[in-house]
């Protein structure tokens, strides 16, 4: 298993609490955190240092999630990224259409925090993390 404090998630939301909650939370078991609130936010993010792991939220302006997940699962530097697409929309069709274009999960909101710990452990092999849960 990784070392949790070498693993870094990219957390992609338009909201600024739900940015600040998932970051508190994944920043206290010692994950390296970076924020953006949209898709040009999180390219500029990526460019400059790749993540190990992407939690991207659907409903966002301009380019929602699953526009910028089809990209970087399009780009070779970035179609090995898992994307977890998080949504309130519970449609069966949202959650089979993230998979279809290349998401490793999708979460629907809202979510508690062992859900999203037991998730980015398992995506990122990281085992501070899972021995927190």
Known sequence: MTD?????????????????????????????????????????AIAERPPDMILMDVIMPYVDGFELCRRLKRDRSTRDIPVVLMSGLQHPENMRYGHEIGAAAFLVKPFDEDSLVGLVAALTGSAGAAAAM
Do not use: P
Request: proline share 0%.
């Open 4 to 44: 949790v404090a070498r693993v870094s998630v990219l957390v992609v939301d338009d909201s600024f609490d739900t940015r600040e909650m998932l970051a508190y939370w994944l920043t206290q078991l010692g994950y390296a955190v970076t924020t953006a609130d949209g898709a040009d936010s999180a390219l500029q």
